[in-house]
């Protein structure tokens, strides 16, 4: 018996995370084959992947495997939270309104603007000089 496998995909700023949902399982959570204590050693970034978890009282339910690409530390831990809150709602349509209630369904679509001609910056100027 395969148990099934729900995957989706997350993302925000440059990163990009896949994510494959095990139902039934012991609550592991694996990104780029690594534990997600040592992945994401600071608790904050723990707590944000977790956060749809959390939300739907499923911590200890699913197993969690996660490939992630690009971006920063900030940004791969948002685009997983993305991902996982994806994958749930194809696993169970029913916990849609909770998760959209916290805001976990929304893409964050903020991106780096790009460097314009003429400019230091995206948007700064060099500095004036009269004489």
Do not use: H, W
């Not at 995909?9 to 399982?25: C, D, F, I, Q």
């Not at 992947?49 to 530390?73: C, H, S, W, Y």
């Not at 309104?97 to 603007?113: I, M, S």
């Amino acid at each position: 018996m395969s148990q099934e496998v729900v995957n989706a995909v997350g993302r925000r700023k440059s990163a990009v995370a896949r994510v494959y949902l095990t139902a039934g399982g012991s609550g592991n959570i694996t990104i780029n084959d690594r534990p997600l204590e040592n992945y994401f050693p600071l608790e904050i970034f723990q707590y944000i992947v977790k956060q749809p978890l959390a939300v739907t009282n499923l911590t200890e339910g699913v197993d969690i495997k996660i490939n992630l690409t690009g971006g920063g530390i900030k940004g791969q831990a948002e685009a997983a939270r993305l991902g996982i809150s994806r994958c749930l709602i194809e696993m169970d349509a029913e916990l849609r309104p909770e998760l959209k209630k916290n805001g976990f369904l929304t893409r964050d679509a903020r991106v780096v603007e790009r460097k314009k001609p003429g400019r230091p910056g995206a948007r700064k100027r060099f500095q004036f000089s009269k004489r």
